[in-house]
């Protein structure tokens, strides 16, 4: 499944904009996991995280998208910990809106590759015996620009 960011920040309150605009969050990921981490319970040092604008502008499309994930985006720095927890929560009720997904339906030989600066993927659970086979490759990065 495939959420249209540039769409999920289109489609934002202006009230939301103005809290986000300017302002970075703190993304944390452990790969061994599928919840969200709990804050108070890790220490960043032993896990992989950085700072990313919310809102970034694609490189190549001059598009303004949203870079958070239900997942991954932790906190918003600076922010009192439960106005940030209540806004990350709305974004990613707001991106993940049925509305705003493409879901893949599979077959043999399919291909699938996606922007990760204009869209966040997830899947939903398969059956252990059949294969799945997903490589990440990166063809071009460079610093984020919110």
């Given at each position: ?14 009230r ?51 870079f958070?994930?239900?997942?991954i ?6 922010m ?5 927890e ?21 077959g ?39």
């Amino acid at each position: 499944m495939f959420a249209n960011m540039y769409r999920a920040y289109d489609r934002l309150p202006n009230r939301l904009k103005e809290k986000i605009n300017g302002r970075n969050v703190l993304q944390v990921h452990d790969y061994k996991r599928v919840e969200r981490l709990d804050p108070a319970k890790i220490n960043l040092a032993e896990i992989l995280h950085h700072e990313h604008p919310i809102v970034i502008t694609h490189p190549r499309t001059g598009r303004k998208a949203l870079f958070v994930s239900r997942l991954i985006s932790m906190s918003i720095v600076g922010m009192d910990r439960q106005e940030s927890e209540d806004i990350l929560l709305e974004l990613a009720d707001l991106s993940e809106d049925p509305s705003n997904i493409y879901e893949h339906r599979w077959g043999v030989g399919d291909l699938v590759i996606w922007d990760n600066l204009a869209s966040i993927h997830a899947r939903k659970d398969f059956p252990r015996e059949e294969p799945r086979l997903m490589r990440r490759l990166v063809v071009m990065g460079q610093k984020l620009v919110g």
